[in-house]
Structure formats: structure tokens, C-alpha cells
């Protein structure tokens, strides 16, 4: 009867362990979401991106080619299609553009 009940401790550290990091992932983007929602001044702006680093670990923007030359409106030579956000903790977000080059609206992207 020993082994089980050492397996059953070492399950429940581990649902324990998962349960805190959740947690803490949670009142991180809660402080993210009110710093974003907070005042534009610089010391607002300042705290939203350190706010933003500690939950965000990097973001890819993925560009096609247009085929256009030159410069100036309308002359783009890329356009953006793509961008992922990978957070510190937890699955990554895909957000793709649609032909007219427009991203869909959600919460993250519309902010």
C-alpha cells in the first residue's frame, strides 16, 4: 500500500504546482488588462509595456510580398498577413489578415 499512496503524493504536487503557475499566469494578464486600460501618459505607457513583457514572451509579425516597387501610398512592396503571439505560459495565438487585409476583431486585437 506504500507505493500508492507515495504516487498519490507526487500527483497531487504536481496538480498543485500546475494549479499555482495557472494562477499566477491569471493575475498577470488581469494586471495587463488594467494597465492597458489605464492613463496614456509616459509613466502609463512605461508600466503597460513591462506589463506586457512579463506575459508576453515574443511576437512574430509574417509579411507577403505585394509585388509592387517604389514608395509612397499605395506602393507597398509587403503587407502584413500574419501575426503570433507566444505567451511565457501557455499556447500561442495565430491572427491572419483575410484578403482585404483586414485582421478579425477580438478582444486582443482590437485594443
Known amino acids: 500500500m506504500r507505493p ?13 504546482s500546475a494549479y499555482q503557475e495557472m494562477t499566477d499566469l491569471q493575475e498577470a494578464i488581469e494586471s495587463a488588462r488594467l494597465s ?3 492613463g496614456a501618459d509616459e509613466s502609463s505607457l512605461r508600466g503597460r509595456g513591462e506589463v506586457l513583457r512579463s506575459v508576453v514572451q515574443k511576437i512574430e509579425c509574417e509579411f507577403t510580398a505585394t509585388g509592387k516597387t517604389g514608395c509612397g501610398p499605395g506602393r507597398t512592396n509587403s503587407r502584413l498577413a500574419a501575426i503570433t503571439s507566444y505567451a511565457v505560459i501557455g499556447d500561442s495565438a495565430l491572427f491572419t489578415a483575410d484578403s482585404a487585409n483586414v485582421f ?7 485594443r
Not at 500508492?4 to 498543485?16: H, I, N, P, R, S
Not at 478579425?104 to 482590437?110: E, F, G, L, N
Open 36 to 38: 492597458i486600460e489605464s
Open 104 to 110: 478579425p476583431q477580438t478582444p486582443v486585437v482590437s
Open 4 to 16: 500508492l499512496e507515495k504516487q498519490q503524493e507526487d500527483v497531487a504536487g504536481t496538480v498543485e
